[in-house]
Structure formats: C-alpha cells, structure tokens
C-alpha cells in the first residue's frame, strides 16, 4: 500500500507525475508535515482522502479548475472510489493488508477519511485566500461526512436542509427562492385557515366561500410578518376591522 504516514519532508517535494492507484489511498499523508513546498499539480490527482491529517508549513500545489462541473465530477469520482473500497472491505478480513490494496477498514473510516480530506483542502485554500476554492471544499466536506454511518440523523436532516436551502453555502440566489417559496407557501396556509375559521360568502351563494383580494393580501402581510417579525402577532396594535393578519 501507498504511505507515508509519519514522514517528514524538509525540501520542496513534487508529486506531479505519480500515477496514483484507482482505489482510495486513505491517510496515505497522515501526521506528515510538508516544511517546504509541495506539488500536487497533475492531471491524475485524485486521492483526497490521502490528505487527510496532514501539515503544510507552505501552501502547496493544488489543480484548480475553477469549474463547478469539474469539481463536481472529481467528488463523484472520489465517491464511486470510496463505495468501491467499502464493497472490498467487507469481503476481507479487517485485521489483514492485502497488496497495494490496503488493511480493510469500515465504511465510516473510509467516508471520514474522505470528509477530512476535502477539509485539508478547505483550510488550505482558506489560508490562500480563495473564497471560492474554500466553499467549494466545504461543500464536499459535509457532503461526505453525511455519508459517515456513525453520524447522527438529526445531523444529517439539517445538513440536507442546509444543502437545499443554500447548497452548503455556495449559492447566492438559492436562499431568497427558497424565502419567497416559504412565504408563499406559508400565506396560503394562512389563507386556507382564514376561510374555515369564518368564509365570507356571497349572499346570492352562500354554499360558495369568497376570497376577496383584500384576504390574500392579509394572507401574505401575515406571512411576511411571522417571518421578519416573528412577534407581531402579539402586538398591542388595535387591528383594522377584517384584518386577519394578526391572528
């Protein structure tokens, strides 16, 4: 197996031209400290959870494609990866090494190999400066610590909230859809509470419930409220007469 657990390396190291192993090489660097510049900088990188537990006193050498679709082909990669070594893991004996495979490991080592990588890259790229970088690694950090069997569910509930309301923190836009969704969605319930507490009718059809626009507005005021003001509907304001947006 591939390792240099423990090492030391003083002098500018490059890695540029390995051809690294298809299979996961997980904490291949682990309690390695680079003194000097390292170079990852090839086309074939992809051991993330290599990287794992690792010290760089100078920032190293990292492809940077600035592309979301490249990004996220690698992490589709690295998870395809990672799934494969946990289907021979289970096939082999736990105390054992076998080849350049590696000693057999459970799943939640593998995903937390994975998840500790991308976060040597996040604080990697933190350390640059790089927003974009650093964001990006933080999304594939969580996103593979969720997969970890030993994380909690509730955990896990709220990361996918997290993930669906802002991507992880990597949309901008993402946030204000899922606001006004909210609001919407949040109005109309309001509304629906409206007419079956007390429905206006029409006299000339009283089976037939009346939504007047001046409800739907009271609706949405309501919903707006609730959600900036989240106390309004307590205020000791006298309301207008109709209005149900203080409920």
Same mark, same amino acid.
């Given at each position: 197996s591939v390792s240099f657990s423990g090492s030391m390396f003083e002098d500018t190291s490059s890695f540029a031209r390995i051809n690294w192993p298809d299979q996961p090489?997980?904490?291949a660097f682990a309690d390695v400290r680079f003194r000097d510049r390292a170079n990852f900088d090839g086309e074939d990188f992809a051991p993330v959870s290599a990287l794992n537990h690792v010290t760089f006193d100078v920032p190293p050498v990292f492809p940077e494609p600035h592309e979301s679709a490249v990004f996220e082909r690698q992490y589709r990669a690295a998870v395809a990866r990672t799934r494969a070594a946990i289907r021979r893991d289970?096939?082999?004996?736990?105390?054992?090494?076998?080849?350049?495979? =590696?000693?057999?490991?459970?799943?939640?080592?593998?995903? @937390?190999?994975?998840? =500790? =990588?991308?976060?040597?890259?996040?604080?990697?790229a933190r350390e640059h400066g790089d927003f974009f970088l650093e964001q990006t690694y933080y999304r594939y950090e969580?996103?593979?610590?969720?997969?970890?069997?030993?994380?909690?569910? #509730?955990?896990?509930?709220? @990361?996918?909230?997290?993930?669906?309301?802002?991507? &992880?923190?990597?949309?901008?836009?993402?946030?204000?859809?899922?606001?006004?969704? =909210?609001?919407?969605?949040?109005?109309?319930? &309001?509304?629906?509470?409206?007419?079956?507490?007390?429905?206006p009718v029409d006299p000339s059809a009283p089976e037939v419930p009346v939504v007047s626009q001046d409800?739907?507005?009271?609706? #949405?005021?309501?919903? #707006?409220?609730?959600?900036f003001r989240p106390l309004s509907a307590l205020s000791t304001d006298v309301p207008r007469e109709g209005d149900v947006s203080r409920l």
């Open positions: 090489i997980d904490n289970r096939t082999r004996d736990p105390k054992a090494a076998s080849g350049d495979i =590696g000693p057999a490991r459970t799943a939640d080592q593998r995903w @937390a190999a994975l998840s =500790g =990588g991308y976060r040597t890259l996040k604080n990697i969580i996103k593979s610590r969720m997969k970890r069997p030993k994380v909690s569910m #509730w955990e896990k509930a709220v @990361a996918a909230m997290y993930g669906a309301v802002s991507d &992880y923190g990597s949309s901008v836009a993402r946030p204000f859809v899922a606001l006004f969704a =909210g609001l919407i969605v949040f109005s109309t319930v &309001y509304l629906a509470i409206g007419l079956a507490v007390d429905p409800m739907v507005w009271q609706s #949405w005021e309501f919903s #707006w409220n609730n959600t």
